[in-house]
């Protein structure tokens, strides 16, 4: 029986072999139902059994070290039958030999096929005497630990490693809280796997996170309580070194941050994500060494942050930045330091190259980059003036707005062709439309008030001789002014005479007699309403007079044969007039600020023949400011002029009463008021 059981552990590799082989003797043995059949039978089953067992894997991980040595001694008998050398007697006596040294001697007595681990560093001091191989490995395995694994009928001797027992998996309760009324989220995190807390939120909230295959081991920490919902993701990615960013689709991205990121918070308190880079040497330019820049984008506007960073650099990453399509037509020399914040691609493009000899186009919504000069850069346009002039804008525009820039005339049109680089021609058209503004106009309408009042009174007796006869005439009523001839003072006397002792005679016939006894009275009010209208800034001119004429005679005597002298006679003019000059300037509440000058002059007096007739003059100037369609009075101008003038017989015109027979005078006074009134309308056309 001894030699059927070692044959089928042998023979039988397989466990499907095995088993068929021992049911094959099952049988057998069942049909001949005799007790030593019966014997044999279980020893065939428990021996098979064992086998079985020594040639699975093991199943005793969790077994103490008594359960394990008693599985190991099972083992071993059940080996026992196969190998009849474990039940052999061994006399063994070493002392401090290896346990390898130990067990080939104990395999060489009883002729057994023992390995032994090499990695055993274990020393053996033993006496032993009249006991089986068996008890020997059992001694061993348990003194030293040692596990003892049978195939076929070699046995193997190694360190025992005790199985390591993972324990159960169960999943961490994240504390997450959705409050769906008032849309808010509490988290208390620790440490928690990114991908569960995402799965958690989206199942309670039932909106869509999605967390990248490259974060699935990321653990996240965060503390919030009732925060918005979008907020708490924002801050949670933000305490995390993470981006999150939402689609237009709704759907929350967790993201990592790419090389040259960081995360900050920027001027709305939010978190957000700009970029620091080290700047390429390409564009350095020789200008020193080059420092950092970081871009960051909030919204469609970009904060910017270069030292002496290459215009290359910036061009390239700012673009990244706001998703613009570009080609770069020349290499972008030279270097920038710069800090901006909130600033469109477009301006921030017009700021860096202004100065520069470089520029861009946007043609559908590609920008064109590169030298000014290169064809497909340049850009033509005509502007055409509304209100203004182009006399008085070309003046206006700054020399440096002009620099590169070929600006053409056209005087018949009021039109400008500018020729240039596209930022720059939009600047100056931007900076025309805003010096071409409507200009208001300003009627001025002037109000001139004079009064005049004068009073003269002439009184005296001239008598002489005339060259004829002179005839009585003259008026006696609305004063006295007559002239008596000889016969009327002939006649005057012989009546006179009549009556008296006394004969006074007659005169000749040529003598006169003039009498006057007048007195005048001048009181005048002359108006002008004229209107003046002007442009704001540009002065409107008045000027009302009169001009008086005087002869000039002159005598020239030429000498030759015959002595020939002519007299001349030449008229020259004297101009008495009113003159108003007046500058309106608009302010923006309609307040108009008038500047304003006035001269006048007047004749005075009765020249002498011949004689340049005197005049008058008064000047002054103020400025004032007034409402529109206010009206303003400059004030009363008023000239006093007085004269007296008198002839007569020397010392009897000075004594009283007889002063009136021997004498003629003219006693005269006057006043002059000028009143101005002036009154702006603002009119806008």
Same mark, same amino acid.
């Given at each position: 029986?001894?030699?059927?059981?070692?044959?089928?552990?042998?023979?039988?590799?397989?466990?499907?072999?095995?088993?068929?082989?021992?049911?094959?003797?099952?049988?057998?043995?069942?049909?001949?139902?005799?007790?030593?059949?019966? =014997?044999?039978?279980?020893?065939? *089953?428990?021996?098979?059994?064992?086998?079985?067992?020594?040639?699975?894997?093991?199943?005793?991980? !969790?077994?103490?070290?008594?359960?394990?040595?008693?599985?190991?001694?099972?083992?071993?008998?059940?080996?026992?039958?196969?190998?009849?050398?474990?039940?052999?007697?061994?006399?063994?006596?070493?002392?401090?030999?290896?346990?390898?040294?130990?067990?080939?001697?104990?395999?060489?007595?009883?002729?057994?096929?023992? =390995?032994?681990?090499?990695?055993?560093?274990?020393?053996?001091?033993?006496?032993?005497?009249?006991?089986?191989?068996?008890?020997?490995?059992?001694?061993?395995?348990?003194?030293?630990?040692?596990?003892?694994?049978?195939?076929?009928?070699?046995?193997?001797?190694?360190?025992?490693?005790?199985?390591?027992?993972?324990?159960?998996?169960?999943?961490?309760?994240?504390?997450?809280?959705?409050?769906?009324?008032?849309?808010?989220?509490?988290?208390?995190?620790?440490?928690?796997?990114?991908?569960?807390?995402?799965?958690?939120?989206?199942?309670?909230? @039932?909106?869509?996170?999605?967390?990248?295959?490259?974060?699935?081991?990321?653990?996240?920490? @965060?503390?919030?309580? #009732?925060?918005?919902?979008?907020?708490? +993701?924002?801050?949670?990615?933000?305490?995390?070194?993470?981006?999150?960013?939402?689609?237009?689709?709704?759907?929350?991205?967790?993201?990592?941050?790419?090389? &040259?990121?960081?995360?900050?918070?920027?001027?709305?308190?939010?978190?957000?994500?700009?970029?620091?880079?080290?700047?390429?040497?390409?564009?350095?330019?020789?200008?020193?060494?080059?420092?950092?820049?970081?871009?960051?984008?909030?919204?469609?506007?970009?904060?910017?942050?270069?030292?002496?960073?290459? $215009?290359?650099?910036?061009?390239?990453?700012?673009?990244? #930045?706001?998703?613009?399509?570009?080609?770069?037509?020349?290499?972008?020399?030279?270097?920038?330091?710069?800090?901006?914040?909130?600033?469109?691609?477009?301006?921030?493009? %017009?700021?860096?190259?202004? @100065?520069?000899?470089?520029?861009?186009?946007?043609?559908?919504?590609?920008?064109?980059?590169?030298?000014?000069?290169?064809?497909?850069?340049?850009?033509?346009?005509?502007?055409?003036?509304?209100?203004?002039?182009?006399?008085?804008?070309?003046?206006?525009?700054?020399?440096?707005?002009?620099? &590169?820039?070929? $600006?053409?005339?056209?005087?018949? !049109?009021?039109?400008?062709?500018?020729?240039?680089?596209?930022?720059?021609?939009?600047?100056?058209?931007?900076?025309?439309?805003?010096?071409?503004?409507?200009?208001?106009?300003?009627?001025?309408?002037?109000?001139?008030?004079?009064?005049?009042?004068?009073?003269?009174?002439?009184?005296?007796? %001239?008598?002489?001789?005339?060259?004829?006869?002179?005839?009585?005439?003259?008026?006696?009523?609305?004063?006295?002014?007559?002239?008596?001839?000889?016969?009327?003072?002939?006649?005057?006397?012989?009546?006179? &005479?009549?009556?008296?002792?006394?004969?006074?005679?007659?005169?000749?016939?040529?003598?006169?007699?003039?009498?006057?006894?007048? #007195?005048?009275?001048?009181?005048?009010?002359?108006?002008?309403?004229?209107?003046?209208?002007?442009?704001?800034?540009?002065?409107?001119?008045?000027?009302?007079?009169?001009?008086?004429?005087?002869?000039?005679? %002159?005598?020239?005597?030429?000498?030759?044969?015959?002595?020939?002298?002519?007299?001349?006679?030449?008229?020259?003019?004297?101009?008495?007039? +009113?003159?108003?000059?007046?500058?309106?300037?608009?302010? &923006?509440?309609?307040?108009?600020?008038?500047?304003?000058?006035?001269?006048?002059?007047?004749?005075?007096?009765?020249?002498?023949?011949?004689?340049?007739?005197?005049?008058?003059?008064?000047?002054? #100037?103020?400025?004032?400011?007034?409402?529109?369609?206010?009206?303003?009075?400059?004030?009363?101008?008023?000239?006093?002029?007085?004269?007296?003038?008198?002839?007569?017989?020397?010392?009897?015109? *000075?004594?009283?009463?007889?002063?009136?027979?021997?004498?003629?005078?003219?006693?005269?006074?006057?006043?002059?008021?000028?009143?101005?009134?002036?009154?702006?309308?603002?009119?806008?056309?």
């Amino acid at each position: 029986m001894k030699k059927l059981i070692y044959n089928v552990s042998s023979s039988c590799r397989t466990r499907a072999a095995r088993r068929d082989l021992l049911s094959v003797l099952f049988k057998r043995s069942l049909l001949r139902r005799d007790d030593e059949c019966i =014997n044999k039978w279980c020893l065939i *089953r428990t021996t098979a059994l064992l086998l079985f067992l020594s040639l699975s894997l093991p199943s005793f991980a !969790q077994q103490s070290k008594q359960e394990r040595m008693d599985a190991l001694e099972k083992k071993l008998v059940g080996l026992s039958a196969f190998v009849p050398g474990l039940k052999q007697k061994v006399q063994v006596g070493l002392s401090g030999v290896s346990i390898q040294e130990f067990l080939r001697a104990v395999a060489q007595s009883n002729q057994l096929n023992i =390995n032994v681990d090499p990695m055993l560093n274990i020393k053996v001091s033993s006496n032993v005497t009249n006991e089986n191989a068996l008890n020997i490995l059992m001694f061993l395995a348990k003194n030293y630990d040692l596990e003892i694994n049978v195939i076929g009928s070699i046995i193997t001797v190694a360190q025992y490693n005790p199985p390591v027992v993972k324990p159960s998996f169960v999943p961490k309760d994240i504390p997450v809280k959705y409050n769906a009324a008032t849309g808010t989220l509490s988290l208390e995190l620790n440490n928690d796997s990114l991908v569960n807390v995402a799965r958690k939120i989206s199942r309670l909230s @039932g909106k869509n996170i999605v967390v990248p295959f490259a974060l699935n081991g990321k653990m996240v920490t @965060g503390f919030f309580n #009732e925060a918005p919902f979008e907020t708490a +993701l924002e801050k949670l990615a933000y305490a995390n070194e993470l981006k999150m960013s939402k689609t237009s689709d709704q759907v929350f991205v967790f993201q990592p941050l790419a090389e &040259g990121e960081e995360l900050y918070i920027n001027s709305d308190k939010n978190t957000d994500v700009r970029k620091s880079m080290k700047p390429s040497q390409q564009g350095a330019g020789g200008n020193g060494a080059a420092g950092g820049f970081n871009i960051d984008k909030k919204g469609k506007l970009l904060n910017i942050n270069a030292v002496n960073t290459p $215009i290359i650099d910036l061009v390239k990453s700012a673009a990244t #930045e706001t998703g613009a399509n570009y080609f770069l037509y020349s290499d972008l020399k030279g270097n920038i330091s710069t800090k901006v914040n909130d600033m469109s691609f477009d301006n921030f493009l %017009t700021a860096m190259f202004n @100065g520069t000899d470089y520029t861009y186009k946007v043609e559908n919504g590609i920008y064109l980059i590169g030298d000014r000069k290169l064809e497909g850069l340049r850009r033509n346009k005509v502007l055409q003036l509304q209100y203004r002039s182009i006399d008085t804008i070309m003046m206006m525009i700054p020399n440096e707005l002009k620099k &590169g820039l070929e $600006i053409k005339e056209f005087k018949e !049109q009021n039109t400008l062709l500018l020729s240039g680089a596209s930022p720059q021609i939009a600047e100056i058209e931007a900076y025309i439309k805003e010096l071409d503004k409507l200009v208001p106009m300003v009627l001025i309408e002037v109000t001139l008030l004079d009064i005049r009042k004068g009073h003269t009174i002439k009184t005296g007796i %001239t008598a002489g001789l005339a060259d004829s006869v002179v005839r009585t005439k003259g008026q006696v009523l609305s004063g006295i002014d007559m002239t008596l001839g000889a016969g009327s003072i002939n006649d005057l006397l012989g009546r006179i &005479g009549s009556n008296s002792v006394f004969n006074i005679g007659k005169v000749t016939p040529n003598f006169y007699v003039k009498l006057n006894a007048l #007195e005048a009275n001048d009181n005048a009010e002359i108006r002008q309403v004229p209107k003046l209208a002007t442009l704001n800034g540009h002065t409107a001119n008045l000027s009302i007079g009169t001009t008086r004429y005087y002869v000039t005679k %002159t005598q020239n005597v030429f000498s030759s044969v015959n002595t020939q002298t002519v007299f001349t006679e030449q008229f020259n003019k004297v101009d008495a007039n +009113l003159a108003i000059a007046i500058s309106p300037l608009v302010s &923006g509440d309609d307040q108009v600020t008038l500047k304003i000058r006035v001269e006048i002059s007047d004749f005075i007096g009765t020249p002498p023949a011949n004689a340049p007739p005197p005049t008058s003059t008064s000047k002054f #100037e103020s400025i004032i400011r007034a409402h529109n369609e206010d009206m303003i009075v400059l004030g009363g101008m008023e000239r006093t002029e007085k004269s007296e003038a008198g002839s007569g017989v020397p010392l009897l015109s *000075r004594i009283p009463v007889i002063k009136w027979l021997f004498s003629s005078r003219e006693r005269t006074k006057s006043k002059v008021i000028t009143l101005v009134f002036i009154k702006p309308t603002i009119i806008y056309q």
